[in-house]
Structure formats: structure tokens, C-alpha cells
């Protein structure tokens, strides 16, 4: 059976959307690195990223900057309030993996403790390569200006800069496979070494494949995709993995006991309540 170009309706689930993007997929273009570059952790030079001709960048969040007021670790808005706007889409040659290992410095050491509920618990979201059928995710964009990425590479430690391929989700509804192609900057962590952030003579990694999500990160990252839709949120978890890249999200068995200190916590947090 042929597929359509078209949706002849509007689609109700993710295998209704499904074959559509994999025609897509077929006729994604491939990024020149001269039109645009990739930057590597710590994005020094960042400012020579290609604008757009209002001088905006598409940057795209899949994981926690897919919130309408994505916070740094200080609570303050990474993101200008008037380039907070937010346009789902989807994007092409990559599958969205938690392997991004959360740092233990003394930042984040508290917060760190009282949210995970085993020692595994420090996985956040990334993207990785991948040229494989099927590789595409859904996420959402703004385009923001020059200082709202320089705050974004503040808070997105470890993370490259790259370019990544995507199409509008509302032109995907509206023309199917004649919606037309994008290119935006999304942030990715390289299994590569890259340079510490606290230390500018070292090297270290930043992803780990055997680590579980963070489950206040992936509850917060579940609510962000809700408020885009029920088909954006029922494809976050058709299309998201776990740091094996096999285990989808929506099949994590996140039944395992509690840390004593997480007990502790939450019994503090109830009773003050």
C-alpha cells in the first residue's frame, strides 16, 4: 500500500504521523559544514553562528528547553522573555537518548541528592547522530538572539552547538511531504572528551551509557511536552530512549525503592507542608 504525501486528516497518534516523517526523512538535505558550523564545548566562539536576516538563530530544545521558561540553576530565564515564543518541529538525523550525566559539583550537590532515588539517576537528555531509518524527534524552537545563546551555553554545560535539520510541525500538518526544511542549532553532548568545566587543562566526558534519567528532569521535561499536545507528548515517548538507545522512556521501570536520603526528604518536605 502507498503512503500519502498528505495527511487527508488531521493525524490522531504517532503511527498516524509515523509514516509521513520517514517520507520526509528521505529528502532531508544534508548541512554543509561551511554554511554551518558545529562549535564544541565551551562554544568560545559561538558568535560566529550564521543568522537569520532579523539577526535571530533557531535554537531548538528537546529535553528541558522545551519549557515555555526553561531556568538556569540560579532560577533565572534563559531565555529572553520576548523570544520566548515557541514553534514545535521536528527534526532529522539524530535520536533523543538520556546519556547526558548530570555534574556533581557543588552547584547542584543538594539538588542533586534529593532527586534521584538510585545512584544511577544523573541522566539528562541529548541527541546523538544517527543516520539509521526512523531518526527523528520532536522538539520546539525560538528564535532568539546572540545573548540568549551565550545565557543558553551558560547553563548547557558540556554540551557542542550544532546544526541540526528540521521541518515545522504545522507545515507538516498542513503540506505533508512538501513541507519545507529548516536548519537550527541545538545543543549536543559528543561521547568525545570535551574540556571540564571546572578545570580548562582537563578533559572529560559528559555522557555515560549505563546511567538512568533523573526523575524530577524527566517528570519536568513529560509536563513541558503535555503542554505542546497529546500527539507532541505520545511522540516524546515513541521517540525517546533510555542510555542504552533500545529501552524507549515509556517502558522504564522506575518501580525500584527509594534512596533513604529521598525518603528522608520528601517526609521533611510533607511535614512542613
Excluded at 544523573?122 to 539509521?132: A, D, E, M, R, Y
Excluded at 503535555?226 to 522512556?249: C, H, P, Q, S
Aim: proline letters at 5%; glycine letters at 4%.
Amino acid at each position: 500500500m502507498s503512503i500519502p504525501n498528505q495527511f487527508t486528516q488531521e493525524p490522531k497518534s504517532y503511527e498516524d504521523l509515523k509514516p509521513i516523517l520517514e517520507k520526509i526523512e528521505e529528502k532531508a538535505p544534508s548541512i554543509s559544514d561551511k554554511d554551518f558550523p558545529s562549535f564544541q564545548y565551551p562554544n568560545k566562539e559561538y558568535q560566529k553562528i550564521p543568522l537569520s536576516k532579523e539577526g535571530k538563530v533557531f535554537l531548538i530544545g528537546y529535553g528541558s528547553l522545551m519549557a515555555q521558561c526553561a531556568l538556569d540553576i540560579n532560577g533565572k530565564e534563559t531565555i529572553s522573555e520576548e523570544n520566548s515564543v515557541i514553534h514545535p518541529v521536528f527534526c532529522f538525523g539524530a535520536k533523543r537518548v538520556y546519556n547526558y550525566a548530570e555534574r556533581r559539583d557543588k552547584i547542584l550537590k543538594e539538588r542533586v541528592k534529593y532527586s534521584r532515588e538510585s545512584d544511577a539517576e544523573v541522566g539528562k537528555l541529548n541527541l546523538i547522530p544517527s543516520s539509521t531509518k526512523g531518526s527523528f524527534v520532536n522538539a520546539v524552537g525560538r528564535y532568539v538572539d546572540l545573548k540568549d545563546v551565550e545565557e543558553a551555553i551558560k547553563r548547557e554545560i558540556g554540551y557542542d552547538l550544532v546544526p541540526i535539520t528540521f521541518v515545522d510541525w504545522n507545515a507538516v500538518l498542513q503540506y505533508g511531504t512538501n513541507a519545507q526544511f529548516g536548519v537550527g542549532y541545538a545543543f549536543v553532548a559528543s561521547t568525545e572528551k570535551r574540556q571540564s568545566a571546572f578545570n580548562s587543562e582537563e578533559m572529560t566526558h559528559y555522557t555515560n551509557d549505563t546511567i538512568l534519567p533523573m526523575r524530577y528532569y524527566e517528570d519536568y521535561v513529560n509536563d513541558a511536552a503535555k503542554k505542546t499536545g497529546k500527539l507532541f507528548v505520545e511522540m516524546y515517548n515513541e521517540t525517546t530512549y533510555l542510555a542504552d538507545r533500545k529501552t524507549l522512556i515509556s517502558k522504564w521501570d522506575r518501580s525500584n525503592p527509594k534512596d533513604p536520603d529521598v525518603i528522608r526528604y520528601e517526609t521533611s518536605r510533607q511535614n512542613s507542608k
